[in-house]
């Protein structure tokens, strides 16, 4: 089968006479993994047949590249993740081993359409937002640039939950996305390590001996994640929590005690039963601080294990060791390894230490208090009593490197473990993730470590994978660039800059065009398919998709859209341009105030989707359950992209890079990767507005300041007004009343003091659109001055200035 293949000589667009040998493969796969004929095979069978074959001709590489690494001996990189948002991976690694064109002419062959098997994959939801995905983007890089990784994830049963409306309010239901059969990965039984928790410390020779009280086993599913034309592949290690055999109680089951027999087994499972949905506070503790540790200590033991496979001394671990830690999740690394490296290997405690901090890097990836992590001393010494034990001497430490200073900062505090001081304590580079947000993170987070250690602190900007945000979801404009300036630019984005000449050829702008009309049909006709609404192609798609918080400010979007509403009521013929607003995104599902939100939103597209005298120029959609592959339907058809936080709160953003590169606009503020987004494309095609971030702290000690911003907004009262008179709650007038309290009398997010700029800007958002050459022109620059943005970009930053690798291409 794949064997006959090189895959290495397998150009994306070289794909020439492997359609025999691949409708080959694909048949066997059929017949002898499936057990089907292709007369009796249902659209999930041909789904699970493809999987496989794909597959197969992953793993030539995904073998070459192991077997090099290990004859190279290479450092390897290990990215360590509570979360990765990957989404489906049929078209995506058809796409990198450059096979998607052989698979549709085969598939064709049979009457079957690639697109419509390709949608039938579950997502693979596991992680809530941003930090999720852009760990699944930078896995795609790493293997692009030929970086040698691993990524180290949670194998969660249930990703994160299915979302519905009734009556406009979210309801949550269990994802199922291992309900079918998973072809990805490949079980690894033999790889399996045993996690310990909770038990007791004793003394022995002046060291601690730590007795776990309990032990789950860690067994791992590897999926090969290959780069862009097959060069390179690595691994995706997610870890499934399995009960150890002696927790099954037998006697217990036999003498009819059936659920208290099981009740062991099914806690310790419990480990990887469900991705935790709450992005902002902690939540469900215990478990969540067990999942980290787990993960965690699978993850360090399997890679001492692998280092010590090769070598001896375990001071040169970092020389072939790199441990990158995904936000503070993981941050129990530090503690674990000197744990390991003294405990078990009995190295002495500061050159552990040391040993450890040139091994582990931890990124930042948000400053809002409620997201930092903390977990109290008492939950510490239940569930990790050696490891409080380590964090303890690592604070008394941390304290006499600030000399007698008289207030220092300390790991622990209030009998709290502060995690993003441990971390930073024991990584040697500590890294933000848009050029502001690294300056804040240095002056308003680690001030004093910042102090301490100069230059520990460095900024790598997020960037995405062109290959899945540009190729995948819009082939329509991906082929475009590749006819106007060649193949080549997956894998070397600023090459896109050779478009910008053609911002001004009109056969090229009728072109782009064309692209957009087409991405915005086929977002149509799946929202039509799937939801039953119907959208008018002609009108400006205005979207603002992403997680649910007060702070990005769906609430100044929606706010902003009923003003817009009243105006159009008061003079319909003034000649507006059409609008769709489209929103989407899951809300915690005990956040109150983000689901009145949602509420909200759907309330008002209620009254304004139904009133006849404004449907034909606003219209407001909210598409249930966003996602990835929503995303990927939805970005590539977007006219207008909104990133509304308010300034200094969005540590960088993912989705405002995924718009751009697809030819949206953006309006947006000052904050996180906006801010050089804006620099890349030129001020002059990006729709500003707002306070800088320094005006949002100044602002928020005025006293009164959002009752004073209101005073000055006669459109915002209004719209306050309608919404407190019940125009979108005729069932229930007082349903906003905690909203609009908020909005009267405190307003921390400041949507009552941006209201004014932002509707100048939505203004000339308006303008420009109408002058439709202008606005493809810009369009078109926008898509051209992306390059920065690819994860590419990103990940070879991480290995010069973090990880200290070399690309194996
Ligand atoms: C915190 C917690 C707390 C415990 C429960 C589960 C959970 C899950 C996630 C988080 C941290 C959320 C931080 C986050 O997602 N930050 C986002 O990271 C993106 C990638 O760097 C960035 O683009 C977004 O601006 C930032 O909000």
């Known amino acids: 089968?794949?064997?006959?293949?090189?895959?290495?000589?397998?150009?994306?667009?070289?794909?020439?006479?492997?359609?025999?040998?691949?409708?080959?493969?694909?048949?066997?796969?059929?017949?002898?993994?499936?057990?089907?004929?292709?007369?009796?095979?249902?659209?999930?069978?041909?789904?699970?047949?493809?999987?496989?074959?794909?597959?197969?001709?992953?793993?030539?590489?995904?073998?070459?590249?192991?077997?090099?690494?290990?004859?190279?001996?290479?450092?390897?990189?290990?990215?360590?993740?509570?979360?990765?948002?990957?989404?489906r991976l049929l078209e995506d690694q058809a796409i990198n081993l450059g096979l998607r064109d052989v698979i549709v002419r085969v598939l064709s062959e049979f009457g079957l359409s690639f697109a419509d098997i390709a949608e039938g994959e579950p997502d693979a939801a596991l992680g809530n937002g941003g930090l999720g995905r852009l760990a699944a983007c930078y896995l795609d890089s790493m293997s692009t640039v030929g970086c040698p990784a691993y990524g180290y994830g949670l194998r969660y049963e249930h990703g994160l939950f299915r979302q519905h409306f009734e009556h406009g309010r979210q309801i949550e239901t269990p994802e199922n996305w291992l309900a079918t059969d998973n072809p990805w990965d490949f079980n690894r039984p033999e790889a399996a390590y045993n996690v310990g928790f909770g038990g007791g410390l004793a003394e022995q020779d002046g060291t601690s001996i730590w007795t776990p009280g309990s032990k789950v086993i860690a067994s791992a599913h590897d999926t090969p994640v290959v780069g862009y034309a097959g060069q390179w592949a690595n691994t995706l290690r997610l870890w499934a929590a399995m009960p150890s055999a002696d927790l099954f109680d037998l006697n217990r089951f036999n003498a009819g005690d059936f659920a208290a027999a099981s009740e062991p087994e099914a806690l310790a499972r419990s480990l990887s039963r469900v991705l935790y949905p709450n992005d902002t506070t902690e939540g469900g503790k215990e478990l969540r601080l067990s999942q980290e540790y787990f993960l965690t200590s699978a993850s360090v033991q399997d890679i001492l294990r692998r280092y010590l496979a090769g070598h001896e001394n375990l001071l040169k671990l970092p020389e072939f060791v790199a441990i990158q830690m995904n936000d503070t999740h993981p941050a129990i690394a530090g503690p674990e390894l000197i744990r390991l490296l003294v405990d078990e290997h009995k190295m002495d405690f500061d050159t552990s230490v040391s040993t450890v901090t040139d091994v582990l890097g931890y990124t930042n990836h948000t400053l809002l208090p409620e997201a930092l992590e903390r977990w109290s001393v008492g939950l510490m010494r239940k569930v990790l009593p050696r490891h409080l034990q380590i964090i303890e001497t690592l604070d008394t430490q941390f304290i006499e490197l600030q000399g007698a200073k008289e207030n220092p900062v300390r790991l622990i505090n209030n009998d709290q473990v502060s995690m993003g001081d441990l971390a930073f304590t024991t990584s040697h580079k500590i890294n933000g993730v848009s050029a502001l947000h690294t300056e804040l993170v240095s002056q308003d987070l680690f001030p004093v470590h910042n102090e301490l250690h100069p230059g520990r602190i460095v900024n790598i900007t997020n960037g995405i994978t062109p290959r899945r945000w540009l190729k995948l979801a819009n082939p329509a404009l991906a082929s475009l660039i590749t006819d106007t300036i060649g193949a080549g630019w997956e894998t070397d984005l600023e090459r896109l800059r050779e478009l910008e000449p053609y911002a001004n050829d009109s056969a090229f702008r009728e072109a782009f065009g064309r692209s957009k009309a087409a991405a915005k049909e086929h977002f149509i006709q799946w929202l039509a398919k799937e939801h039953g609404i119907q959208l008018p192609a002609e009108a400006l798609f205005?979207?603002?998709?992403?997680?649910?918080?007060?702070?990005?400010?769906?609430?100044?979007?929606?706010?902003?859209?009923?003003?817009?509403?009243?105006?159009?009521?008061?003079?319909?013929?003034a000649g507006w341009v059409?609008?769709?607003?489209?929103?989407?995104?899951?809300?915690?599902?005990?956040?109150?105030?983000?689901?009145?939100?949602?509420?909200?939103?759907?309330?008002?597209?209620?009254?304004?989707?139904?009133?006849?005298?404004?449907?034909?120029?606003?219209?407001?959609?909210?598409?249930?359950?966003?996602?990835?592959?929503?995303?990927?339907?939805?970005?590539?058809?977007?006219?207008?992209?909104?990133?509304?936080?308010?300034?200094?709160?969005?540590?960088?953003?993912?989705?405002?890079?995924?718009?751009?590169?697809?030819?949206?606009?953006?309006?947006?503020?000052?904050?996180?990767?906006?801010?050089?987004?804006?620099?890349?494309?030129?001020?002059?095609?990006?729709?500003?507005?707002?306070?800088?971030?320094?005006?949002?702290?100044?602002?928020?000690?005025?006293?009164?300041?959002?009752?004073?911003?209101?005073?000055?907004?006669?459109?915002?009262?209004?719209?306050?007004?309608?919404?407190?008179?019940?125009?979108?709650?005729?069932?229930?007038?007082?349903?906003?009343?905690?909203?609009?309290?908020?909005?009267?009398?405190?307003?921390?997010?400041?949507?009552?003091?941006?209201?004014?700029?932002?509707?100048?800007?939505?203004?000339?958002?308006?303008?420009?659109?109408?002058?439709?050459?202008?606005?493809?022109?810009?369009?078109?620059?926008?898509?051209?001055?992306?390059?920065?943005?690819?994860?590419?970009?990103s990940i070879r930053q991480y290995m010069n200035q973090i990880w200290d690798v070399e690309s194996a291409l």
């Open 1 to 87: 089968m794949s064997q006959s293949f090189d895959t290495r000589k397998l150009n994306a667009n070289e794909t020439v006479n492997s359609a025999p040998a691949f409708r080959q493969a694909l048949l066997r796969h059929l017949q002898y993994t499936v057990g089907k004929s292709p007369q009796k095979a249902s659209i999930f069978d041909w789904r699970m047949a493809l999987s496989h074959t794909v597959r197969d001709y992953a793993v030539d590489p995904w073998f070459d590249a192991t077997r090099r690494t290990w004859d190279e001996d290479r450092k390897r990189v290990y990215y360590l993740s509570m979360e990765f948002l990957i989404g």
């Open 542 to 573: 205005d979207a603002q998709v992403k997680r649910l918080h007060e702070y990005k400010r769906q609430l100044l979007n929606i706010l902003w859209t009923i003003a817009h509403y009243q105006r159009i009521k008061r003079d319909p013929q």
């Open 578 to 793: 059409p609008r769709v607003k489209i929103l989407g995104g899951k809300a915690a599902p005990s956040y109150h105030m983000a689901k009145l939100i949602i509420q909200l939103i759907n309330d008002v597209a209620e009254v304004v989707n139904n009133d006849p005298e404004t449907q034909h120029l606003l219209r407001v959609v909210y598409p249930p359950n966003y996602g990835v592959s929503m995303a990927e339907k939805l970005i590539p058809a977007a006219d207008l992209s909104e990133q509304i936080s308010t300034a200094g709160m969005e540590a960088s953003g993912t989705g405002n890079m995924k718009f751009a590169l697809n030819g949206a606009l953006t309006i947006g503020t000052l904050d996180g990767a906006n801010v050089e987004i804006r620099e890349q494309v030129g001020a002059e095609n990006f729709f500003l507005f707002g306070l800088s971030t320094e005006q949002v702290a100044q602002r928020r000690a005025q006293e009164g300041h959002a009752r004073t911003a209101l005073e000055a907004s006669q459109t915002l009262r209004d719209v306050l007004q309608a919404i407190a008179e019940g125009t979108f709650s005729p069932d229930d007038h007082h349903r906003y009343d905690g909203l609009l309290d908020a909005m009267w009398n405190s307003d921390w997010f400041l949507v009552a003091s941006d209201f004014e700029d932002y509707d100048r800007a939505q203004t000339e958002v308006a303008e420009c659109y109408a002058d439709a050459e202008r606005w493809q022109r810009m369009a078109i620059l926008n898509v051209a001055r992306m390059g920065y943005f690819s994860s590419d970009r």
